[in-house]
T-cell receptor
Framework: AQKITQTQPGMFVQEKEAVTLDCTYD???????LFWYKQPSSGEMIFLIY??????QNATEGRYSLNFQKARKSANLVISASQLGDSAMYFC?????????????FGQGTRLTINP | GAVVSQHPSRVICKSGTSVKIECRSL??????MFWYRQFPKQSLMLMAT?????????EQGVEKDKFLINHASLTLSTLTVTSAHPEDSSFYIC????????????????FGPGTRLTVL
């Protein structure tokens, strides 16, 4: 079964600290993609970062980096120097399926709260 | 700026009426768009994949006669909730995937801002 698991329902972090949001996945497909999206209270889904299963290096986008450990099937999101505006729901997602029939499977999400 | 728009952002309707939600791709021509539903404090669940010029592909358990999807152009997909009932109240969000040659990664889905539907 293709599944994304986020085991942290909520995380509380002090402003300016780094935070790691956990994500593990399960798939038998040799080719897949992993995503992180941020959903603030307004509801929009904001794309943060992408990691392809064949990418040799961990993806980075500004303060976001993805700690991709293929053997452990984990794709944790690391946010450095957290800011108050980082408070939101964070969803890990996996692209599954063949070209032309691809879809995203989402985890249950982690609510991140940044404290001043 | 926004890559995908949705209209309306919020709708309240009476039970038994039909509601149409529009999803527009603003930055590229999207041959494939997706419709998701999100209940409060839950994750996004894919309802259907909308393909331009052909029938939508519905996920298991989603009633195709209740949730009508029309992808009539490369920039517009619509979701019509027919004979809506209170249990259909939810946050509906669409996404679009860029085609090859658009200058954007074809791996990434770009989401609209969502539509909050309340059925009384």
């Amino acid at each position: 079964a293709q599944k994304i698991t986020q085991t942290q329902p909520g995380m509380f972090v002090q402003e300016k600290e780094a935070v790691t949001l956990d994500c593990t996945y399960d798939t038998s497909d040799p080719s897949y993609g992993l995503f992180w999206y941020k959903q603030p209270s307004s509801g929009e889904m904001i794309f943060l970062i992408y990691q392809g299963s064949y990418d040799q290096q961990n993806a980075t986008e500004g303060r976001y980096s993805l700690n991709f450990q293929k053997a452990r099937k984990s794709a944790n999101l690391v946010i450095s120097a957290s800011q108050l505006g980082d408070s939101a729901m964070y969803f890990c997602a996996m692209r599954v399926g063949l070209q032309g029939a691809q879809k995203l499977v989402f985890g249950q999400g982690t609510r991140l709260t940044i404290n001043p | 700026g926004a890559v995908v728009s949705q209209h309306p952002s919020r709708v309240i309707c009476k039970s038994g009426t039909s509601v149409k939600i529009e999803c527009r791709s603003l930055d590229f021509q999207a041959t494939t768009m997706f419709w998701y539903r999100q209940f409060p404090k839950q994750s996004l669940m894919l309802m259907a994949t909308s393909n331009e010029g052909s029938k939508a592909t519905y996920e298991q358990g989603v009633e195709k006669d209740k949730f009508l999807i029309n992808h009539a152009s490369l920039t517009l997909s619509t979701l019509t909730v027919t004979s809506a009932h209170p249990e259909d109240s939810s946050f509906y969000i669409c996404s679009a995937r860029p085609p090859q040659g658009s200058g954007r990664s074809t791996d990434t889905q770009y989401f609209g801002p969502g539509t909050r539907l309340t059925v009384l």
